[in-house]
Structures are given as structure tokens and as C-alpha cells.
């Protein structure tokens, strides 16, 4: 009975503590469920259109992706010390991380649309397999390339406003860029439908109508973001002067390189193994990719929960950590990661029943809908791992152990699940399913990791004087 009680201490919080983690984290999940339910139905108005049109799409998300982690990884770094000034209510120093990440999202829109622009063909070549007839790869580079050119664009106002959204969440104000979103989603979903089907009055262009919505939609819901933050200087002090010359003492600087360096080269690099994976995955064929595709799509609508839960755990345990309170850390991340298994458990069921039915919204082979249902049950079944590893990672991350967190994340994707994707998927016949799990699954290794890593407390650590 001693020990029930105990580990109901330690692992449930109370009314009190719960309500502060929703009041935080469910404009986060809400913003982006809408934000990927948006995303899925413009997956699905593609997937109508065709095979070729659908894999261009999907490829190309692949550079998007790598290019928004990348991204996210750029401002998180700061982000660590933002969060701890905020607690502290050092608003100077608040002020100058958010100038750091403006001007390193700044240079990474510029070498993004460089990089994505200048090598389109080439990048899109990597996932197109001489299995397939040539017919089916030059259309998918056809398609691909159209979608290229318009969605670099789109690179401009993510990055800025992730810069902008970043110090805001740090805050623990989440209800703007929520709002924000939805406003940009509607938008994008309209779009979609007219310009994709040449509806609504508006022009058919197929592929490039789906890019042109989602350019529009972002550059909305970035603008939407910077004007709030700067119309409203009571709630955002740390706004005053932002822009009058910019001025990062040298100290923070290097401090803030330092932390962040790795935390930005983990996010690239995990998100371009992610990528080598996926490209593996398209050694076996169009269809292989077209049916990760779909059940990426229907995944990523119910990941929002623990990749929200793991930011959420970012900020409520980083303040903590910033104001000294190393103890209610503590037993914060415990209640936190708890919670978020529990979470992502509950997401994972609720994915399952969509496994058969969800594929048969697109226009494709039976073939692929049938992969693509098994791939949406591997990854329901995965979630609860996924919620775990995510956790710790934010959990290292939040007490500015970013070196500990790249060998967590780097090493994990480089040295054991990128070999051992690309041994299986090049070097032997192993059959697809069973390819799938083995990869999917390797993750546990990462969940034994962390569960020492976190259970150490080498982050319970405050890195602001």
C-alpha cells in the first residue's frame, strides 16, 4: 500500500498541477491537430489527383521537414535560456535571445531556399527507384519540382515567425499562435480546394495550387503572430527596442552558441536521418513510398500529442529550473512524463480503428492502401515509445544539457537506425511489414537510454546567473 502511494506521489499530480499543464499545452495541441488535420486534407486533395503527384508531394516534404526541424532546432537553443530568463522575469535578457534567433532564422531562410532551389532535381532523384517504370519517375520528378518552386517561398515567413513563436510559448502565452493557426488553416483549406480542383472561381493547378495554399496560410498565421507581439508590449516587454540596433552581449552569446550548437546540429541531423530512412524505405519502390506517405499523414494529426507534451515539459520545467526551484523540477518532469505516455497510449487507440478506412480516401493501387493500413498500425502501436523518447529528450534539453541530448538523439539515428535500415532495405530481401516493425521498434534502445539518462539528473541544472 506504502509503495502505491508512493508511486501515485511521484507519477499523478493533482487538480492544481494538471490544470496548469492544460491551460499550457492544449492551445498547443489544438493548433497543431487543426494545423495537421489541415495538412491531411490537403494530402488527401493531392492523393486524389494521382500516384505521381501524391510522391512528388511527399518527397519534396521530405526537404520541408528537414528544413522546419532545422529550424525549430536553431530557436530552441535560445529557447532554453529564454524560457529560464522568463522565469527569473529578466526581460533583457529575454530580448536578447530573441535577437539571436531572429538573425540565425534569417540565415537559414536564405541557404534553405538556396540549397532547395538550386539542387531540386538532384534532391528529388534520391527517393526515385529504377524499380519503377520510367514513366512513373520522370512524372514524380515533374510533379516534385513544380511543388519545389513554389514552396521555398514558404520557407521565408515559417522562419521568421517560428522565431517570433518561440519567445511567445516561452512565455506560456499559447493561445495567440493557436488562433493565429486556425485562422491560417481555414485559409490553406479554402485555398486547397479551389486551386488544386479549380474550384470556387479560382484556377486548376493541381500540385502547385496545394504549394501556393500552404505559402499563403503560413505567411498568414506568421504575420498574424508578429503584429499581436508587437501591438502588445505589457504582455511582451521583452519587444521594447527589439529592433533598436542589435545588440547580444558577448557573454550570452557565446553561451547561448555554446548550448544551442548542438541542439541545432542534433535537430538537423536527426530530421536528415529521418529522411536517409525514408529514403531507404523508397529503395523498395514508388508504392512503398506513396504508402508511408498516407500513413505519415494520418500519424503525424495524432503526434501532436507527445511532441506538444515534450514542449510542454520544455517550458513548465525550464521555468522552474531558471527560478532554482530544482526540487519541483524534479517532480514536475516525473508528473509530465508520466502523463505524456498516458497521453500518447490514449492517442495510439484512438489511431487504431483508422488504419482500414483511412487509405481508401486516395486515388491509388489497393496494394498501397493495404501497406499503408499496416504502416498506421505499427505506428499507433509505437506512440506511447515515441511519447517516452520525446519526453526525455525535452527533459535533457530543458536543463541546457544539449550536448548530452545531440549523443541521445545523433547517435541513436546514425549509428544504429540509419545502418540498420539501409543493411535491410539494400542488402537483403527481407520483406516490407516486417522491415517496417524492425525499424519502427529499434526505438527502444533509445527508451532504455533515456530512462537512465533522465534518472541520473545530470539536467537538473540552472544555466542563467
Known amino acids: 500500500m506504502k509503495e502505491k502511494r508512493a508511486w501515485k506521489e511521484k507519477y499523478i499530480g493533482d487538480k492544481a498541477f494538471y490544470m496548469r499543464v492544460f491551460i499550457l499545452v492544449i492551445p498547443m495541441i489544438l493548433q497543431a491537430t487543426i494545423t495537421n488535420a489541415v495538412s491531411l486534407l490537403d494530402n488527401v486533395m493531392v492523393g486524389k489527383v494521382g500516384t505521381a503527384q501524391m510522391s512528388g508531394v511527399s518527397i519534396v516534404n521530405q526537404f520541408i521537414f528537414i528544413f522546419n526541424i532545422t529550424i525549430f532546432g536553431a530557436v530552441s537553443g535560445p529557447s532554453i535560456f529564454g524560457a529560464q530568463f522568463c522565469g527569473k522575469s529578466d526581460y533583457e535578457g529575454q530580448k536578447y535571445t530573441f535577437r539571436f534567433r531572429l538573425l540565425v532564422s534569417a540565415v537559414l531562410v536564405f541557404l534553405g531556399i538556396t540549397v532547395l532551389q538550386g539542387f531540386s532535381t538532384q534532391l528529388i532523384s534520391l527517393y526515385l527507384s529504377k524499380k519503377d517504370s520510367k514513366k512513373m519517375i ?8 513544380e511543388y519545389m518552386e513554389i514552396m521555398v517561398l514558404g520557407l521565408i515567413p515559417f522562419g ?7 519567445v511567445v510559448r516561452e512565455s506560456g502565452i499559447t493561445i495567440v499562435q493557436m488562433l493565429a493557426s ?16 479549380g474550384k470556387l472561381g479560382m484556377p486548376q493547378m493541381g500540385v502547385s495550387g496545394a504549394a501556393l495554399a500552404t505559402v499563403i496560410a503560413k505567411s498568414i498565421e506568421a504575420f498574424i503572430i508578429i503584429v499581436w ?23 550570452l552569446t557565446k553561451q547561448m552558441i555554446k548550448k544551442g550548437f548542438p541542439l541545432f546540429v542534433n535537430e538537423f541531423l536527426w530530421a536528415a536521418g529521418m529522411s ?8 523498395r519502390g514508388i508504392n512503398v513510398v506513396a504508402a508511408r506517405n498516407i500513413a505519415s499523414t494520418i500519424g503525424n494529426l495524432f503526434n501532436v500529442v507527445f511532441i506538444q507534451m515534450g514542449a510542454c515539459i520544455g517550458i513548465i520545467v525550464g521555468q522552474s529550473l531558471g527560478a532554482g526551484k530544482q526540487e519541483e523540477a524534479r517532480d514536475e518532469n516525473n508528473k509530465l512524463l508520466a502523463f505524456s505516455v498516458f497521453l500518447s497510449a490514449i492517442a495510439g487507440m484512438l489511431m487504431l480503428p483508422l488504419a482500414k478506412c483511412f487509405p481508401d480516401f486516395y486515388n ?10 499496416f504502416f498506421i498500425i505499427v505506428q499507433a502501436l509505437a506512440n506511447p515509445m515515441w511519447s517516452y523518447t520525446n519526453a526525455c529528450y525535452f527533459t535533457l534539453r530543458s536543463g541546457g544539457k544539449t550536448g548530452i541530448t545531440f549523443l541521445f538523439d545523433f547517435i541513436f539515428t546514425w549509428f544504429i537506425m540509419i545502418p540498420l535500415a539501409f543493411v535491410l532495405a539494400y542488402f537483403t530481401d527481407m520483406e516490407i511489414h516486417l522491415l517496417f516493425v524492425v525499424i519502427t521498434f529499434s526505438e527502444l534502445i533509445k527508451v532504455a537510454v533515456g530512462y537512465f539518462m533522465v534518472r541520473s539528473d545530470i539536467w537538473v541544472n540552472t544555466i542563467i546567473e
Open 276 to 283: 536517409v530512412i525514408a529514403q531507404c524505405y523508397s529503395a
Open 364 to 373: 491509388t493501387e489497393i496494394q498501397i492502401k493495404k501497406l499503408a493500413s
Open 182 to 197: 486556425f485562422f491560417a488553416v481555414g485559409i490553406n483549406l479554402v485555398l486547397d480546394y479551389g486551386l488544386i480542383f
Open 138 to 145: 520522370a512524372a514524380t520528378l515533374h510533379y516534385g519540382k
Open 229 to 251: 507581439v508587437h501591438a502588445d508590449k505589457k504582455r511582451n516587454p521583452y519587444i521594447k527596442g527589439i529592433f533598436k540596433g542589435f545588440y547580444i552581449p558577448a557573454d
Open 160 to 166: 521568421i515567425g517560428q522565431a517570433y513563436a518561440s
